[in-house]
């Protein structure tokens, strides 16, 4: 097990147990699913960290967390997450709030189907998301359908 991960300065010690943990739940599942060894595997929970930490600097606490949830339950989601956020403030500049958005909706969506990966989303996956967050008539008797 690999106790030492270098953290950034503005992590909480709550953020690098949650880095633990989610070492020691996926190691054996990525050398088993990928080949790779410990140290590659240590390498590129580095990389996920320090994008986390790039698409989170400067935004509120509780992004981060989602996003270090995300990485505990599934690090190829969170990675896929940070990397479209990425891509997005490099090729249309989007707003901080922008960032906040989509990190919040997909960390919510990752949440609702069990951190089920987004590779393996089908348009149905989508839809019973969307139609979760419907009120029903009884709850909003004022909806005009």
């Known amino acids: ?21 989610a070492h ?22 580095k990389t996920v960290i320090n994008k986390i930490d790039q698409i989170t600097k400067g935004q509120k606490p509780y992004l981060k967390r989602i996003m270090l949830n995300i990485l505990n339950s599934s ?21 901080e ?6 990190a ?3 960390g919510q969506i ?8 987004f590779r393996e989303f089908t348009k149905e996956d989508i839809l019973n998301f969307l139609n979760s967050l419907r009120r029903s008539g009884d709850e909003d008797p004022t909806n005009k359908n």
């Open 75 to 95: 690090p190829k989601n969170a990675e896929d997450i940070c990397d479209f956020i990425i891509a997005e403030r490099n090729e249309i500049n989007i707003k």
């Open 110 to 117: 990752q949440k609702f189907h069990t951190f089920k990966s």
């Open 97 to 102: 709030s922008t960032v906040e958005w989509h």
């Open 24 to 45: 020691q739940i996926n190691i054996e599942y990525s050398k088993s699913k990928a080949n790779i060894g410990e140290t590659d595997y240590k390498r590129n929970l």
């Open 104 to 106: 919040k909706v997909l």
């Open 1 to 21: 097990m690999i106790q030492n991960l270098e953290i950034t300065n503005h992590s909480s010690p709550k953020d690098s147990q949650v880095i633990d943990k």
